[in-house]
């Protein structure tokens, strides 16, 4: 329910004209690429890597690439399924920080690593790293993720995307 409402509300920004998108005039050219990344997305929303870390991949690769639209939906998305604030507020020191698991540790380096490909990260002893807590379908699931959350942020920036602001009581 959370990932069809996220995609949903995704979609949405560009068929309000003027109201998020500050820079596409006729939103409908971008439907076929829409579709395309959405089923991306999916493919890799689709395993069994838990939903937590799916989320988390989306905030650190949206904090490394500044894309507020993107850090705002996927903020929200963690506070509904339940992501402590304190986690959230720490994930671009998560190497700091005593609460991630071995599991986020390794899907926060391979992010990192992918979603900044000119640091030149992408190693054989990281993959091996991740390989030991991922299997090597979930590896492909994990890359097809950041492969789909980085062109999010491409769009979302590149057409000048405004996040929408919300307010989280805590008993959500």
């Known amino acids: 329910m959370l990932r069809s409402r996220t995609a949903s509300r995704f979609l949405n920004i560009f068929i309000k004209e003027g109201q998020h998108n500050q820079r596409l005039s006729d939103p409908v050219l971008m439907a076929p690429f829409r579709k395309e990344n959405l089923d991306i997305q999916k493919l890799g929303e689709s395993g069994t890597i838990e939903k937590s870390i799916q989320e988390f991949v989306k905030i650190r690769a949206s904090q490394i690439n500044g894309c507020a639209f993107c850090l705002s939906m996927h903020h929200r998305d963690a506070l ?13 020191a998560w190497r700091e920080c005593p609460w991630y698991s071995d599991r986020e540790r390794a899907a926060l380096a391979w992010t990192e690593a992918l979603t900044d490909l000119a640091a030149g990260n992408v190693s054989d002893e990281l993959y ?19 492969i789909a959350i980085n062109s999010w942020n491409r769009l979302s920036i590149g057409f000048g995307t405004q996040p929408e602001p919300f307010a989280f009581d805590g008993a959500q």
């Open 80 to 92: 509904k399924l339940g992501e402590r604030p304190d986690r959230l507020a720490t994930l671009p």
């Open 128 to 146: 091996e790293e991740c390989r030991t807590v991922f299997s090597e379908q979930e590896m492909v699931d994990l890359t097809t993720l950041i």
